[in-house]
Each structure stands twice: as structure tokens, then as C-alpha cells.
């Protein structure tokens, strides 16, 4: 049972490609991102292939990417997570991205035309600049906000200079994830900070932040966002192994598998 390892489908018959992307150049607090990935594959051996709430068997729907090293430079790595998810969307497939930093979501949403990016995370990472980067892990909103419109869920942590911004320029951000279920008949992209979760259910993050969606919520959220809406990719990022600490890749492997069910079932 390792419904993200070894019963994937070949790449031309799959309908979603799980992309890993180990990268965590410019994460500042909690480093270890960049083996985020690998612990979310390992831990999708403990899921059942069944899945009982969706009633399916996903993984053969499912191919996986290699876990392959990305380039340091915060510009290069997006630009190659661009060119990963323009080469699974050209063939019609949906890319499942899993960090790694939040960095990475920029490159992702680089790919797609037309989109609406709903960020479920704890912080706006609505910075114009941070430790004299333009691209990093803290600004990556805002940059991702000047390619595409945005509606950010699950904020409890801002500065004054994110504050201020996003109500110059009237970008939504709700405290209350549920706020994004008014979001109906739209092609939109999902960016999942692991954050967004409450750290009792999911510690290992790059930046825990207390008071966040349990597991019933966030997946009563997701069911309905991804009913209601095209999804045409996601990314789950932020996952940074704690040491002795195993149950959240499981939840985050669960997590995904739910969220391809869902798709797979709109
Ligand atoms: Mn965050």
C-alpha cells in the first residue's frame, strides 16, 4: 500500500502527477522543506488505496515525479517548478505539487493562464521584499498577486506593511477559512500552507502559528471549494520534518490522496 510510490500509473495514462519539490533556498526560522517531499511519498505507504469517503481506488490514476535536487537561487528554482507544471498541464494532467517552501507556488501559477489562486495559510507573505529578497518564502503572495488574482484563508499572522497593502489594493484575506465556500464556477489554483492547519495536528512547519483549522474543518472546506470550482492544480507546502515526530506526514499524505478523490469525484 504506497498509493504515491508503487502503483503509479505510467505518465501517459495518469490524470494527476504528484511533482516534488524539495526546495527551502530562503526559508529563515524552521529549515528542512527541502525534505518535506520525501516524507510525505514514504508516508503515503501507510494509506489504504481505497478510499472510504470518495469510494475509489485513486492510485492508478496517480504518477509521481523523481524527488530531484532544485537549484539554490530562489529565481531558478521557480523557474523550473514553471517549466514542471507547464509540460504536466500541456498533457492535460493536473500537477500536485509538494513542498518545500511556499516560494514555489509562484512558479507553479506561472503555468496557467487565467486562474484564481486560493492560499490557505496562516500568513499573507504579502512583503514586498524580506531579507533583501523579492522572492522568498514571506513575499511570495504578493508576487504570486501580480500574476493572478488571489484570495488568501486561514490568515492569522501579518505586519503592519502586509496590512496596509492588501487593503490599498483590496485583496481578500479571511482569518476564517470557511469564508472561501462564497468561491463558486471558477477555474482556481489551490495553495495549501500547512500552517493554515492548528500545530497540535501538524507541527512541522517552517512557521508554526497556534489557533488554525482542525482536519474535519479543512476538509469540509476543500470538499466544497473543489465541488463547486475546476481545480487546475495544487500545491501542499511548508512540510518540515520534525525530528521523532511521524503522524503528520501521514495526515499530509492523507490529505493529499483525499484532495485527488475529491477531484477526481467533482
Ligand atoms: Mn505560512
Redesign the pocket.
Known amino acids: 500500500m504506497r498509493p504515491f510510490l508503487d502503483h503509479q500509473a505510467p505518465y501517459d495514462e495518469a490524470r494527476y502527477v504528484i511533482f516534488p519539490v524539495p526546495y527551502d533556498g530562503t526559508q529563515t526560522f524552521r529549515k528542512g522543506a527541502a525534505r518535506g517531499p520525501c516524507f510525505i511519498l514514504e508516508a503515503s505507504s501507510g494509506l489504504e488505496e481505497y478510499e472510504p469517503e470518495t469510494h475509489g481506488e485513486f492510485h492508478r490514476l496517480i504518477h509521481t515525479f523523481p524527488c530531484v535536487e532544485f537549484p539554490l537561487s530562489p529565481e531558478d528554482a521557480v523557474f523550473e517548478v514553471e517549466k514542471g507544471v507547464r509540460r504536466i498541464v500541456g498533457d492535460g494532467k493536473i500537477p500536485v505539487i509538494l513542498g518545500g517552501e ?1 516560494t514555489i507556488t509562484l512558479g507553479a501559477v506561472k503555468a496557467f493562464e487565467d486562474v484564481l489562486v486560493v492560499s490557505f ?3 499573507m ?1 504579502m512583503r514586498d521584499e524580506y531579507g533583501g529578497l523579492k522572492i522568498c518564502h514571506a513575499t511570495v503572495m504578493r508576487r504570486v498577486s501580480e500574476v493572478h488574482p488571489v484570495v488568501l484563508a486561514g490568515v492569522r499572522s501579518w505586519s503592519r506593511e502586509e496590512k496596509e497593502w492588501i487593503e490599498q489594493k483590496g485583496i481578500k484575506v479571511y482569518p476564517d477559512v470557511e469564508r472561501v465556500l462564497d468561491i463558486k464556477g471558477k477555474s482556481i489554483y489551490i495553495s495549501i ?1 500547512l ?1 493554515v492547519f492548528d500545530p497540535s495536528l501538524i507541527p512541522s512547519v517552517g ?1 508554526p502559528e497556534p489557533g488554525g483549522a482542525g482536519w474535519e474543518k479543512m476538509l469540509r472546506v476543500l470538499r466544497e471549494v473543489v465541488k463547486k470550482n475546476k481545480v487546475c492544480g495544487l500545491d501542499v507546502v ?1 512540510f518540515t520534518p520534525c525530528p521523532g515526530c511521524e503522524v503528520p506526514a501521514y495526515v499530509v499524505a492523507k490529505l493529499v490522496y483525499k484532495l485527488i478523490g475529491y477531484m477526481e469525484r467533482r
Do not use: F, L, R, T
Open positions: 511556499h495559510d496562516a500568513h507573505d500552507d500552517d512557521n511548508e
